[in-house]
């Protein structure tokens, strides 16, 4: 048997899920730094960072699936979905949140900012920032500005708002 012939196939992945199932083997099996990864598979290494830390996030904590079996379990309970969730982010998937997105439930999720997500904020131009209220009495800054941004997810393109 040619062993050489299937070679690329693990090394050089085309699909995106094995691609980053062969970055993760790399971080956790083979214990290479992220930069090397990032090198190897032809992504940065901001990606395999990223990857890194959603993989420890969905071990760690939440597995993926609870927010949609909170919403199959309100759905039982209701008999409808709920109109909107808010979770943190390393409680989903960008497939689930395209599945929430699908079923018309709306979704905030609490996130740490990365650097180029801020400078990204920080680059918008000040119109680009809406007011809004947010009308509970205790709440201690009712006043926030948000900007509201559709972007491509999982294949699938989605608003989403950053405050």
């Known amino acids: 048997m040619d062993r050489q012939a299937y ?10 899920w ?3 199932y062969e970055a993760l ?6 214990q290479q730094p992220l930069s090397q ?18 993989f420890r996030g969905q071990r760690d904590g939440g597995q993926p699936g609870e927010v949609l079996q909170f919403v199959e379990f309100w759905h039982d309970l209701t008999r409808k979905d709920p ?13 689930e949140l395209s599945q ?13 900012r990365g650097k ?17 209220t947010i009308d ?9 500005l948000y900007v509201d941004e559709h972007v491509k997810v999982a294949n699938r393109r989605l608003q989403f708002i950053y405050m």
């Open 83 to 95: 109109q909107w969730l808010y979770f943190d982010s390393r409680l989903t998937t960008a497939a």
């Open 37 to 54: 990864v990032a090198d190897g598979f032809g992504i940065t290494c901001g990606t395999v960072r990223n990857w890194v830390s959603e």
């Open 25 to 30: 083997r790399s971080v956790f099996v083979e």
């Open 100 to 112: 929430l997105a699908e079923r018309g439930i709306w979704f905030v999720t609490i996130r740490r």
């Open 18 to 20: 094995h691609r980053r």
């Open 136 to 144: 509970i009495p205790k709440r201690r800054h009712q006043q926030i």
């Open 116 to 132: 180029g997500i801020l400078r990204h904020l920080d680059a918008l131009p000040e119109n680009a920032w809406q007011k809004a």
């Open 7 to 16: 070679t690329p196939f693990f090394l050089q992945p085309t699909g995106v």
